[in-house]
Each structure stands twice: as C-alpha cells, then as structure tokens.
C-alpha cells in the first residue's frame, strides 16, 4: 500500500505507537501521585528501536502531552513533558539498531536513575509541595522495580525485533 522505506508509513506507525503508549500508560499501569509502575515504556522504546531519536522523542512527547489531555491523571505539568522528550532522547540515541544488553542497560539506567528517579521526583516535589526527600524514598522503590522490568522488556523486545527485521525491511518499517 505504501511505498518502501515511506516517511507516511514511518508516521503512521509512530502515530499506533503514541496510542499504544497513552492506553498502556493510562489503563495499565499501576499510578498514584507519586508513583508510576507499568509497561508503557515499550511503544516509544520500539519507535526508538527502528527510528531513532527523532520518533522516540515525538512518541513520547505527543503521547505525555495527549495523554494529559484526554485523561487526565493530574494537573498538567510542563516539567514530565521535558522527562518525556529526555527519555525519548535517550532511548532513540542508545537504542536505535543497538539491543545489545550493554546498550539496553545503559538507556534504562540513565532514564531510571535521572530522569525518573532525580527529575521527576523534582518534578512532583514542587508540583504537590512535598518534601524531595520523603518522595524520593517512595520512588527509589519504583525505580528498583522497574530498571529490571525495563532491562527484561526491553532485551524481549529487541530480539522480537531482530527476528521481524526481515519482514519490517520487506514492508519499509526499517531502513
């Protein structure tokens, strides 16, 4: 139907991606004020797996600032908004054609540890006047949880990946 290696096909898919990450966001997971635990990583991280930076940072800017308009779980803050574009950043840049489990591990630290765990407990502390400390403590939790589920999904998701690329280079997915 579309050309091979089609930019409209590439936007298509990151568009099914966006939505597949505001439902895996908001309807399941695990979410309170100061906690998030789910498997809404896995959309942006595949656009970040075939794309790149550019559609890892638009999947997961669109689909925060998208996700928070139409459900929100909160007030909207700008500040997840840049978390968002950060993690996208850093998936597209340490993922992209690299799912070995050095470069796998590498993306989920570096986004647990700063951009989940430092910035958005940040981000929460001055959004609900809670102390950073106390906030900290509960996230701390929350990261060791999910750096492993993060790691394991993302190795999962790779291979899956590395087994389609065949198919995905034949349909234009790839380049």
Not at 14 to 22: K, P, Q, S
Not at 122 to 144: D, E, N
Not at 155 to 174: D, E, M
Request: charged share 10%; hydrophobic share 55%.
């Amino acid at each position: 139907m579309f050309p091979k290696n089609s930019a409209t096909k590439m936007l298509v898919q990151c568009a099914m991606l966006t939505a597949l990450e505001i439902i895996l966001n908001r309807f399941c997971s695990i979410n309170a004020w100061n906690l998030k635990i789910g498997v809404s990583f896995i959309a942006p991280a595949c656009a970040a797996m075939l794309y790149g930076a550019p559609a890892a940072v638009c999947v997961w800017t669109v689909s925060d600032l998208l996700g928070a308009l139409l459900f929100p779980s909160g007030p909207f803050f700008p500040g997840f908004t840049l978390s968002a574009f950060l993690s996208g950043l850093l998936y597209g840049c340490l993922l992209h054609r690299k799912q070995d489990l050095p470069h796998i591990l590498a993306a989920v630290l570096i986004q647990q540890v700063f951009v989940s765990l430092l910035l958005n407990t940040g981000w929460i502390s001055m959004l609900y006047g809670s102390p950073f400390r106390g906030v900290f403590m509960t996230r701390l939790m929350q990261t060791g949880i999910l750096i492993p589920v993060q790691t394991a999904g993302l190795f999962v998701l790779g291979g899956l990946l590395k087994r389609a690329g065949g198919v995905l280079r034949n349909s234009g997915a790839v380049r």
